[in-house]
T-cell receptor
Framework: ETGVTQSPTHLIKTRGQQVTLRCSSQSGHNTVSWYQQALGQGPQFIFQYYREEENGRGNFPPRFSGLQFPNYSSELNVNALELDDSALYLC????????????FGPGTRLTVL | KQEVTQIPAALSVPEGENLVLNCSFTDSAIYNLQWFRQDPGKGLTSLLLIQSSQREQTSGRLNASLDKSSGRSTLYIAASQPGDSATYLCAVKGNTGFQKLVFGTGTRLLVSP
């Protein structure tokens, strides 16, 4: 148990729809990162939030956006869903005093039909 | 652009064998390297973290080495057990100042009784 939870566990959407995925971190974890893991691949970095602001982004289009809240929860929003967005979405959080120790959540499995 | 490769993609061994998983990366300017374990459909569990100034780390039956100059790391698992069956992912963190990890595609390990 990492203390990081994600909801929902599974989600099915159709192409063109919008989706919001949620992550709840442990108290004090003021940095959260989101990753996309396609089947059979390693996770790919989407973006990172620190103190409620995005401070790093991977090679993902603007239709991937996020929010981080003062209560250590965060959201990943994806607009105009495409079939290739089908993946496991992972969030990871860390404490400011030990940023290298990232705690991963169990992920949300998104299927786009 | 950092690229991480893991060999082999899959490995099947009988219980009790010692085994080595390989990871290579293209840019030696890394901050640290981590090995993770991922069970099917689940999140990631950190196994070992090696800082760029270190050569190896050990935890129980696991030993990870790092040769930064040649862009290689190995994960050695001693006396493998069926419970070790999982996908093992290698990830490197660059010197960008934020927590982006670049992952390999993983080695899927099956240890049979």
């Amino acid at each position: 148990e990492t203390g990081v939870t994600q909801s929902p566990t599974h989600l099915i959407k159709t192409r063109g729809q919008q989706v919001t995925l949620r992550c709840s971190s442990q108290s004090g974890h003021n940095t959260v990162s989101w990753y996309q893991q396609a089947l059979g691949q390693g996770p790919q970095f989407i973006f990172q939030y620190y103190r409620e602001e995005e401070n790093g982004r991977g090679n993902f289009p603007p239709r991937f956006s996020g929010l981080q809240f003062p209560n250590y929860s965060s959201e990943l929003n994806v607009n105009a869903l495409e079939l290739d967005d089908s993946a496991l979405y992972l969030c990871a959080s860390s404490l400011p005093q030990s940023p290298d120790e990232q705690f991963f959540g169990p992920g949300t499995r998104l299927t786009v039909l | 652009k950092q690229e991480v490769t893991q060999i082999p993609a899959a490995l099947s061994v009988p219980e009790g064998e010692n085994l080595v998983l390989n990871c290579s990366f293209t840019d030696s300017a890394i901050y640290n390297l981590q090995w993770f374990r991922q069970d099917p459909g689940k999140g990631l569990t950190s196994l070992l973290l090696i800082q760029s100034s270190q050569r190896e780390q050990t935890s129980g039956r696991l030993n990870a080495s790092l040769d930064k100059s040649s862009g290689r790391s190995t994960l050695y698992i001693a006396a493998s057990q069926p419970g070790d069956s999982a996908t093992y992912l290698c990830a490197v963190k660059g010197n960008t100042g934020f927590q982006k990890l670049v992952f390999g595609t993983g080695t899927r390990l099956l240890v049979s009784p």
